[in-house]
């Protein structure tokens, strides 16, 4: 990866305006995403994010799927927390065949999505350390997110894209030891995102790189459209789960975490305490899956009325809106997804300005986009 | 006889053990420094809950060997425009500094090439910062204007904590009154206790510098890979940068050497004098039996029959090595061998201890932005080395002036530390007044077009 | 015997570089050069017992004006500062001095001529094993009979560093401005 710098106003000691080229391929983008920075000395004065490399047709490819044939391509969108998009597509076909999943469905799925979060978080704080130079945590997270994974593996059979639930419902019941495997994963955890506290949260080093490092306000979050712990930590509290409850989270008791200072430090914060709140959801919901049926009402060939929905859900990066035009036939009209890491990255140019180079790749971190899910 | 052969002759015949001991290092520190770096790697896949270079050889003892084949038969690619003479003295340079700088290194009472030469200490400092000159024309040469941006960074880092690293040095040397690395070691024996006890201050300041002298974490952002800045060892592939790579080790343990020296003691063992303690002359025999057998209770636990004879081969190694310490001991004619040998275990086993400490904070600590490393540097560190040397200085007038000497250290060290914390409460409120009235950015897109 | 050949290296070798240096065409060859030279005349010094001096030269010379210099190759535009007018007397200057030298050199070896193989006219000779270690006798000296111009050196340096320190910070607080 080399990165080519064009002089401007050359001077006699050099000094100039120059572009800085980061990326498509770079350690610290995560994923295929081109940066263009224009440095005055050290300082960004402006960016240019061009993304499109990941770009693979998704929404077109949509137009000529079946509802149910579609399902396994969004977890192709943010591949690292592929249960939500599942998730969220599901519900929203549903929304349109004014379907309802089972309640022993719905409590399966809140367990699964929630899991999932805490293994996107975990990918999150892995990789965003290792960008800061913490070189341990990514392993320790990856050594948790095994755990995860391997529960989805028992459950349906996939790690990362997992297909893991049905319109309507879901296909696999909850195979036995689900709740042990869970319950067991999360008493150990609580020990382990002490762990990880311990080793950032008080480090001197670690608060000098993220304080004060991308701050956004919460009018710019706003307005930008930011939305996740990106809103939160800016002092929003706004959470689907709670503002809009889907799924079964109506039924379970945890909290928002909200940041003060919009920065990356109050976003570490604001991620971590999501992670303890979603393991607290998983261990009410455990304790009682209601019994019944998995799979609802809905017959296999599904022929949703004309007519649009839009539904939006939590995912762990932030909001993910799936806007689906039905016009009666099998096939969908138009499917538009509203990813999170599509609409948080363009937060990216407002909280860069000013900042050094080296703090540019920590505001990609801190941001947790997915070039899938950006570029579709 | 011809007499330039009968003066060769002569030359050989006094400098004999020199030549060896120099054809030595030059030959075994580059094969120590590879086998370092496995240590490293081993102990980073420890700390994050894995196992490490398992493959070649047994628990991956022969990595370092393959991986200088690997290096050894890479093309050799040098970039169109760099400068041929300079992109091939770089490395060279630091690697011949690193090595240079162990000549003068006493890993032992009599164990030493330069015998005993009046400035020591200062020779190994001296000549150890000429690995400077590497970095900076390795940068240069590889014509690449970030080569050349991380090659100025690292050279700026360099020199900045080379300063606090030489005044930590000169509290020290306050204490021992020379500069000759036998001399100092032996003010340690005299005095019963190692210096760090007496300069604790001087020592960890010593510690941070020589961190960031040898460009490891957490102060290794010009070489760091996922920052944007190509460091200055980008151009350099196959052999060359194992030149670096090696040279870079190389000062790790001359910097290891040199505050072993200083602070620890040396090649003496903890308490020197203290004949109470006198019994710890048998340590190394023992430590090295209970090595051994720690070897033989992990051997039980071993899934793999390959591994639970690895782990007795290696049992059966510490205790031939723990024979060795001992047989001397009770062998008269061979009583001549114990100070070397026992020296040289008390030396290493500091080195090692100081290298551990710097692979703990490697993989332990984030790494600091260049801006923060140099106001760790300047700001903190070097008014805080001024300080220390002042104290010290003050402390030996007051035990000129009658004090007992551990009194007067104890109050200077307390009116360090003391400056040390203020210094950082300073560095925080800096911190919180520049967060606080952060300038406004330019408004609009100024990238436009 | 030692003493010869390590001195005709030496000097050798100082020679030598010195002359590469001022004849190469690529400014960082002749710092490359400067730096040979530099530490071959660092081991005469210690061919002379001086080993404080040499210490010193390696480290204040050749680890950190030879740096110096170096920066300023790597930062200065070369191909822009050669558009920039000189002085245009330069050459006469440089063949005025390089006489004068010449001169002087000769002088030096016309007064040594009387003294054949014993080189320059030494007071006293002290035998190597007998002299007092180099750092201490500097030392003595300079915090004894030299100290006035001692300290006004140091002082000049930090005139100079705080100087230094105030002319570039003066522009970027303008800029900043």
Known sequence: MREEGTNQNATLLGADELVLNMGPQHPSTHGVLRVKLKLDGERVRGTECVIGYLHRGVEKIAEHRTYQQFAPYVDRMDYVAAVSNGLGYCEAVEKLLNAEAPPRARVIRTILTELQRIASHLVWLGTHALDIGALTPLFYCFREREEILKIFERYCGARLTTH????????????????????????????????????????????????????????????????????????????????????AYDQYQFEIPVGTNGDTYDRYLVRMEEMRQSRLICLQAIERIPDGPIMGKVGKVLKPPAGEVYHSIEAPKGILGYYLVSDGTTQPYRVRVRPPSFVNLQAFDKMVRG?????????????????????? | MNPTLEALLHFLATWWVELLWGVVIVAVVPLVAGYVVLVERKLMADMQARLGPMRVGPHGLLQPIADAVELLIKEDIIPDNADQLIFWLAPVISMVAALTSMGAIAFGPTLQVARDINIGILFVAGVSSLGLLGIVLGGWASNSHYSIIGAMRSTAQLVSYETAAGLAMVSALLLSGTLSIRAIVDAQRQSGVWFVFLAPMAFFIYLVASIAETNRAPFDLPEAESELVAGYMTEYSGFRWSLYFLGEYANMIVVASVATTLFLGGWLRPFPNVTWLSWLEYAPAVLMALAGGYSIYRAGKQPVAVQTGFMWAVALACFAVAVLFAVPRFVAPLNFVLPGLNGAFWFLLKVSAYLYVFMWLRFTLPRYRFDQLMHLGWYILIPLAIVNVVAVGVAMLLENAGWNRWVGLMVTTAFTLGTALYLVHLQDKRNARASSAKTDVLPGNSYAG | MLDSVLFYFFGGVAVLSAVLMVTRRNAMHSAVFLITTLMATAGIFLQLRAEFLFIAQIILYVGGIMVLFIFVIMLVRLDVALHHVRFRMQKMVAVLVALALGFEVLAILYAARRLPGQGLFISEITPPDKLPPNSEELAKSLFSAYLLPFEIASVLLLVAMVGAVVMAKSKKGAEEQ
């Open chain 1, 355 to 376: 900042h050094l180079v080296a703090d540019v790749v920590a505001i990609i971190g801190t941001l947790d986009i997915v070039l899938g899910e950006v570029d579709r």
């Open chain 1, 164 to 247: 893991a639930f049905r319109i309507g419902g879901l296909q696999y019941e909850a195979y036995d030891g689900f709740e042990k495997d869970v319950e067991r994963f999360c008493k150990d955890f609580e020990r382990r995102i002490q762990e990880y506290m311990d080793l950032l949260t008080g480090n001197s080093i670690w608060i000098g790189r993220t304080r004060n490092v991308g701050v956004l306000s919460a009018a710019d979050c706003i307005a930008l459209g930011a939305s996740g712990p990106i809103l939160r930590a800016s002092g929003v509290k706004w959470d689907l789960r709670k503002a809009q409850p889907y799924a």
